[in-house]
């Protein structure tokens, strides 16, 4: 459950705003859309390799 502590006077759109940037990080809307369709495991794999490549890529070139 996420609570959301609210100071006296503070602005009730401040506080939606915090509450929507901890449910966006639990990651909770992302594993429901990942469950909706079944992904085969080798799919799976592939995409985590191509991640991988992409974020190496990333640091090569930053260096």
């Not at 100071?7 to 990080?25: C, H, M, S, T």
């Amino acid at each position: 459950m996420i609570i959301v502590p609210i100071k006296e006077g503070e602005n009730i759109e401040r506080a939606l705003k915090k509450f929507k940037r901890k449910f966006d990080k639990t990651g909770i809307m992302r594993e429901l859309r990942s469950r909706q369709a079944f992904t085969k495991k080798s799919v799976l794999r592939r995409e985590e390799i191509k991640k991988a490549i992409y974020v190496q890529h990333l640091q090569r070139t930053e260096e």
